[in-house]
């Protein structure tokens, strides 16, 4: 027997009105708090409307056309009623005002905050919102690049998971208040930052924007790198022209990034991600390979730290006193 | 220490902050705007590197005027103690005696070289919580890989799946995703363990790998992937929204409209300017008036707030030592020796 399993919230009954939110962006994000909820130990119930879990047919789909995205997110769930005793809630405004008036820690999600109209929203109008998506992708006029998945809401998530379990610790009411697009922001802080604090913010692919992505033969890799880095990675790749204007400095570099890719991508697209990477790693320059979801479930660091189930599902990320918090629930939604 | 507010679900919480540029001390600084008290604690001779800045000019104290650090780090109490003496090691194990919460995300081995492998103290102090942030975690066969942010993005799955062209898209240094991301959950699994210690008496040591939580963030792929779902990646098309798409603006910028709204795609300047924004929490100002990195919720009943502006490297030195029961002398002769300080040993730019 190993030791007992952590479970902060063990005795704690949390009620996910994330299947009951108004709006796309408020469900997933009351989602993934009370999944987080649920690894702390919390017994989570999320009611449903009478047309069923609205995540049931949302993608990705599995080949038997079941929801991954309700599989994930709703795993160790149990769908059930909004009564009895619960110490704490999840929602937007309107579900926790219909299912949640007793409840005495309440997380309320909203576009804006507690006081402002919730207009119509997506996440990737948050985004837009936020400057999130602003600033991700090629310089212009290539459009810019939303994040993959649901990074806005399940930030906002994290978020409300973290302030939720601080009220359960103070003890007594409460109600937590996460604006989406509040979160959003603080995530991209160096660009509000940027103008507020030096008068000037970053914006997308400019020539400070030395980091990209290059092809290398069997994918491609995060080419990442500090000032420190490039005389290494410069050596590395051997190619006297490096050694040059303009590519001596990192605004040579990013300024001129075509004629720079045309010295270097051939060295990349003649090695694999993993001869770059290890190449790279042994100078300690910080480049990565660009992987996809198949790979990492053979990943080896993955499966060392046994971060992944067998059926892709991970293990909330956190490894506590060198144990993973995995919950058996009986009559599960999922 | 001054009083913490009694009313804040932190009140009482005393957290060590080895934290550096963001994951670590971003963290921590939630920490201390749920109520703690947090004690930034960074070596002579190891300066958190945020307190280097392009604009930084050399006759100056510039390692004190750096806006990002002070915009990260507000409110903390600065301890300046050279953690590669064992002097100063002999007093960071004695501030922790008293201490809560240890944040650290320094390269793997690097808490180890200082005599202060978390295993050790884990078994010293079982009632802290000792809070690794890595970017692989603390065991397995890349866990001393060399990451940034935006390798992490690379390497946990993401930037294959983003991007509006032919490449994968990496955010780069003005987002480093992974690296705020992690604050917003390591803060939250701090406080879990805060939880579970008043449950049972015991702390932890929270192994938090950047790399797995940004992969955690996309479960759906992986479990999609695990049964043999493909892995497109769809720019900025969302199937569950397919009503939604990016338009030109006619004006060089971008909109994005779906059933029922519309949204500009905002620059740094349109967001700064923005109502909603100044009116929200993401960047507050500090009582100097600056502006200071926000908190991404609110508590009706228990508001939070920037209390404090950034203090100076070193200037809590007395304060801290002579709180944790150092006599007067003995904080003289750390002084004296060099063991605390009020500026990097190499006041340079590194």
């Excluded at chain 2, 507000?74 to 240890?102: H, M, Y």
């Excluded at chain 2, 939070?304 to 150092?326: E, M």
């Amino acid at each position: 027997m190993g030791l007992a399993m952590p479970a902060p919230l063990a005795g704690r009954r949390v009620l996910d009105l994330g299947a009951l939110c108004a709006q796309r962006p408020h469900a997933l994000a009351a989602s993934m708090a009370a999944k987080l909820c649920a690894a702390y130990g919390a017994e989570v119930v999320r009611p449903l409307p009478a047309d069923g879990e609205p995540f049931a047919s949302l993608p990705p789909l599995l080949p038997d056309g079941a929801s991954a995205l309700h599989r994930f997110l709703n795993a160790g769930k149990r769908p059930g009623p909004a009564t009895g005793w619960f110490d704490a809630a999840i929602g937007d405004g309107a579900a926790l005002a219909a299912h949640a008036a007793e409840v005495p820690v309440k997380a309320r999600l909203s576009v804006f905050g507690p006081d402002e109209p919730d207009p119509p929203m997506s996440e990737l109008g948050l985004a837009a919102l936020s400057g999130l998506l602003g600033i991700v992708g090629e310089a212009p006029p290539a459009p810019p690049s939303r994040l993959a998945g649901h990074q806005v809401a399940y930030s906002a998530g994290l978020a409300t998971c973290t302030a939720l379990l601080a009220a359960l610790r103070a003890g007594g009411e409460e109600v937590v208040d996460v604006s989406l697009l509040d979160v959003t922001a603080w995530l991209n802080w160096k660009v509000a930052a940027g103008v507020m604090v030096i008068g000037s913010a970053p914006v997308r692919g400019n020539a400070k924007a030395t980091w990209f992505t290059v092809k290398a033969r069997d994918g491609y890799v995060a080419l990442v790198y500090q000032d420190k880095d490039w005389p290494p990675l410069r050596d590395l790749i051997g190619d006297p022209r490096l050694l040059e204007e303009p590519f001596i400095t990192g605004p040579g570099r990013g300024a001129n990034r075509a004629a720079l890719l045309e010295i270097i991508g051939p060295w990349f697209a003649a090695r694999t991600r993993a001869e770059i990477t290890a190449a790279a790693q042994a100078r300690r320059v910080p480049i990565g390979p660009v992987k996809y979801p198949v790979e990492l479930l053979e990943d080896a660091q993955y499966r060392a730290r046994g971060f992944l189930a067998p059926d892709g599902t991970p293990s909330l990320p956190v490894g506590w006193d060198g144990q993973r918090l995995v919950r058996e629930v009986a009559d599960a939604a999922v | 220490m001054p009083q913490s507010d009694p009313a804040l679900p932190l009140a009482g919480i005393r957290v060590v902050d080895l934290g550096w540029i963001t994951a670590g001390a971003a963290s921590s600084t939630l920490l201390l705007d749920l109520g703690a008290d947090v004690v930034k604690v960074e070596g002579p001779g190891a300066p958190d590197p945020f307190r280097q800045w392009e604009g930084a000019d050399l006759g100056t104290d510039w390692w004190n005027r750096s806006p990002f650090f002070a915009f990260t780090n507000r409110g903390k109490q600065s301890l300046c103690l050279d953690l590669k003496d064992p002097r100063g090691r002999e007093v960071l194990l004695r501030l922790l005696e008293e201490a809560d919460v240890l944040v650290e995300n320094f390269r793997r081995g690097v808490m180890a070289s200082f005599g202060l492998d978390p295993a050790m103290l884990r078994q010293r102090f079982p009632r802290l919580v000792i809070a690794s942030i890595s970017s692989q975690g603390e065991t397995g066969p890349d866990r001393d890989m060399v990451s940034f942010g935006s390798t992490l993005e690379a390497t946990a799955g993401l930037a294959a799946l983003t991007g509006a062209g032919e490449a994968p898209v990496i955010t780069g240094r003005d987002v480093n995703y992974p690296d705020q991301v992690v604050c917003l959950f390591a803060a939250g699994a701090i406080v879990a363990a805060l939880l579970e210690r008043d449950r049972t008496g015991q702390g932890a040591h929270l192994d938090l790998s950047q790399r797995e939580l940004t992969s955690f963030l996309l479960g759906e792929e992986l479990i999609a992937a695990a049964a043999g779902a493909p892995s497109p990646r769809r720019g900025n098309l969302d199937p569950a929204e397919p009503g939604e798409r990016l338009v030109a603006d006619g004006e060089g910028g971008w909109r994005v409209e779906w059933p029922g709204g519309s949204a500009p795609v905002r620059d740094g300047v349109a967001l700064a300017a923005a109502e909603e924004f100044v009116r929200g929490t993401a960047v507050l100002r500090s009582p100097d008036g600056s502006p200071a990195k926000g908190i991404p919720f609110r508590f009706a009943r228990r508001p939070l707030a920037v209390k404090d502006s950034c203090h100076d490297l070193g200037a809590d030195n007395r304060t801290v030592l002579q709180a944790a029961g150092f006599a007067a002398e003995e904080i003289d002769r750390l002084e004296a020796a060099g063991l605390l300080a009020t500026a990097p040993r190499t006041a340079k730019r590194g």
